[in-house]
C-alpha cells in the first residue's frame, strides 16, 4: 500500500494588503496545479488579511485544496474558530486543518497586554484546542472548565460532520509544544535539522523550504539568484531573534551561527537572512527524491512547504513528489492526524 502524506505549501508574507492577497492568490493556484494538499496561512499582527477570509477564498476558488489555518488564542476566541469551521463544512462541504501557535513577537505579545508566560500560553492552547473540538465533535450543549477558558452548555449550529471535522497540528520545538502535541493527539510540526532529523523528536510534520532543478549544479545557481546575499537581512533576522521567546528561532539561529555541517544539499542561508521561515534542501532530481525518501521513512506523514513565488519551483516540486512511487499525495478531504 502506498504511504499517504500531506503537503502544505505556505502563504508568502507581504506588508501591502494588495500585493499580500494576489501572492496568496497566486500561491493557491499554483498548490492546486501542483497536485498538493493545501496552504497554511499565517496569522499574526502583521498578517494584513485575516486568515479565515483567505481560507474561504481558498475552498471557493479551489474545491479540491484545503486550508491550514493558523490559530492563536490571542485572536480569537474558541467559539469563532468552531463557527468558522462549521461554515466552511456546512456551506462549502470544506475540511480545514488548524496550525496551533502560542506565540508572536514580544513586541506584538505586550501590545495585546499579555502577561502569561510562554508555557501558560501553551496551556492555554490546549484548553482553546478542547473547546474547539468539543464543540466540532458534540451534536448536544458543551460544557467546559478550564483555567483560562469556561463554556457551559455551548452549542454549535451548525453541527460539523464527523468527516469535515479539522485536523490538528502544533508549531513549535519547545517542550511545551511537544507537551501541547500530545495532549492533543495532534500531528507535531517540527523544524527540519542538519541531519535530516526533526525537533520534537517523534514529530510527524516537518517544515522546510525546497529548490529543486533537473541537476545539482542548476539548483544551486536558482537557489543562490533566489536567496541572495543580504546583510541588511541578516541583521533584521538577529533583532527578530531578540523580539520573540520562541524556541525553534533561537535553535535555529545557534545552528546558522555555528555553521554545524549538514547532509549535502540542507542549507540555512535563506533563514539567517530573514528570507525564509525554516531551512532549505536545495538539489537535482535524484538527490531530493533521496532526501524526501529519507523523511518519509523516518515516519513524516506531513510537510509544510516553502517555495519560491514562481511557477518553476511548484512545477519542480511536485516531480519530486510525484518520483517517490510509493507515497500519494492526499487531497484536503483525507483523513485527520491521529
Known sequence: MPMPIQVFTTCPRSAEPEAFHSRALRTFELTERAGFTGTLIYTGNDVTVEPWFLAQEL???HPRLSPLVAVNPIYMHPFTVARFISALASIHGRRCHLNLVAGTSLRDLEALDEELSHDERYQRVREFARIVMGLCSSTSPYSFGGDFYGVANLLLRPPVPAALRPGLFVAGQSAGASQTATALQAC????????????P???????????CRDTDAQA???AHALFPPDERGERMQRFSAR???????ARMLSLADDKVAGVEGYWL??????QADC???VGGQEHIHRLLRQLLEQGIQHLVLELPAQEEDYVHAARAF?????????????PAPT
Open 322 to 334: 510525484a518520483s517517490l512511487t510509493a507515497v500519494r499525495v492526499q487531497p484536503g478531504d483525507a
Open 201 to 211: 523528536a517523534g514529530s510527524r510534520g516537518v517544515h522546510l523550504g525546497l529548490v
Open 188 to 199: 507535531g510540526l517540527g523544524m527540519l535539522q542538519p541531519d535530516l532529523g526533526v525537533l
Open 220 to 222: 544551486w545557481s536558482a
Open 243 to 249: 523580539n520573540t521567546d520562541a524556541v525553534w528561532k
Open 269 to 274: 542561508e535563506p533563514f539567517s537572512r530573514f
Open 59 to 61: 475552498v471557493t476558488r
Open 279 to 281: 531551512p532549505f534542501l
